[in-house]
């Protein structure tokens, strides 16, 4: 069984699709970032940047409970346990490493700047607006561009494609049109179509 500390975000919902996706048990507890539970001294023993999402398989590592934090190292954790969705060989390992990494660095931090600026911000900031704008835009081309041709992001389904999907899901955040970039939107379509994606976005109900 495994405990998933998580929110209504993108960066949660990576997990909870690759859950899904695993078919591993787990319990699900919220952490509301909209009310600070995630400052809650208990919540920062398990996840100390106190951000969301953070998992503690309780049959972990040597058979002894395990917490995680870290989206990208939960993703490469689970996949160990599950022996799914990372291939072992080196090339191929290495390319899903590559675009969990470029999500992680990027498709994310800076989409999540998109997100403030454009939605959540009190007083507009014209400046950082532009800049994330452009960002967003650079980044989707990107995107587009590698998956032009290509059924996903690194050979088969892997947890590359989990980490970006719920990123790419909040486009509207990101002023971003999908049809500008039908490599993308086609990927969105054909990750949207597994049952495990669409139980993990649900998450948490
Ligand atoms: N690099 C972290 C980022 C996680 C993150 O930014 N989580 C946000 C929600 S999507 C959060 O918990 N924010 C609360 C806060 O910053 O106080 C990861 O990938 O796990």
């Known amino acids: 069984m495994i405990d998933l500390y998580t929110w209504t975000t993108p960066n949660g919902r990576k997990i909870s699709i690759m859950l899904e996706a695993c078919g591993l048990e787990y319990e699900v507890h919220t952490i509301n970032i909209g009310a600070n539970e995630q400052f809650a001294p208990e919540f920062l023993k398990i996840s100390p940047n106190n951000k969301i999402p953070a998992i503690v398989d309780r049959d972990g590592i040597n058979g002894e409970p395990t917490s995680v934090f870290e989206s990208g190292a939960i993703l490469l954790y689970l996949a160990e346990k599950c022996g799914k969705f990372l291939p072992s060989e080196p ?99 054909r990750l949207e179509a597994f049952d495990f994606v669409q139980r993990g976005m649900q998450i948490p109900g």
């Open 91 to 189: 090339k191929a390992r290495l390319e899903v490493m590559e675009w969990l990494m470029f999500q992680m660095g990027s498709f994310g931090p800076y989409l999540g700047q998109a997100h403030h600026f454009n939605m959540f911000v009190k007083e507009p900031v014209p400046y950082a607006e532009k800049r994330y704008q452009d960002e967003a835009y650079r980044l989707w081309s990107v995107l587009n561009t590698r998956l032009k041709g290509r059924e996903f992001i690194a050979g088969e389904l892997s947890i590359a494609d989990f980490a970006l999907y719920p990123w790419a899901a909040r486009f509207e955040f990101q002023r971003i049109n999908p049809d500008d970039y039908p490599g993308v939107h086609a990927w969105m379509k």
